[in-house]
Nanobody
Framework: QVQFVESGGGLVQPGGSLRLSCAASGFRFDVYNMAWYRQAPGKQREVVATIRFSDTTNYADSVKGRFAISRDNAKNTVYLQMNSLKSEDTGVYYC????????????WGQGTQVTVSS
């Protein structure tokens, strides 16, 4: 079955960096677009970065220039490098395939908590 396991979160000071990883399984990873989502306290889950199977990337305006999404198809893993972190980046970060999310079929992992605070 489809599964996502996110890792790499933690507590970091403003201006710091983190690298998140997401190991995917149960589907043909290399042909799917992938995305990182985040859910801030009291808010709905939102897309922060997307990478197509062709490696084309897109970012939410709020993270553009600070975050970088990448993928390793040999490892079925997607990454999110987060630099110049701000307090508003705090939240639980999840990965998934937008195709699954759009169909209403998404199975979500446990996510990884990112807290940006001094």
């Amino acid at each position: 079955q489809v599964q996502f396991v996110e890792s790499g979160g933690g507590l970091v000071q403003p201006g710091g960096s983190l690298r998140l990883s997401c190991a995917a399984s149960g589907f043909r990873f290399d042909v799917y677009n992938m995305a990182w989502y985040r859910q801030a306290p009291g808010k709905q889950r939102e897309v922060v970065a997307t990478i197509r199977f062709s490696d084309t990337t897109n970012y939410a305006d709020s993270v553009k220039g600070r975050f970088a999404i990448s993928r390793d198809n040999a490892k079925n893993t997607v990454y999110l490098q987060m630099n110049s972190l701000k307090s508003e980046d705090t939240g639980v970060y999840y990965c998934n395939a937008p195709t699954f999310v759009g169909r209403g079929e998404a199975v979500w992992g446990q996510g990884t908590q990112v807290t940006v605070s001094s």
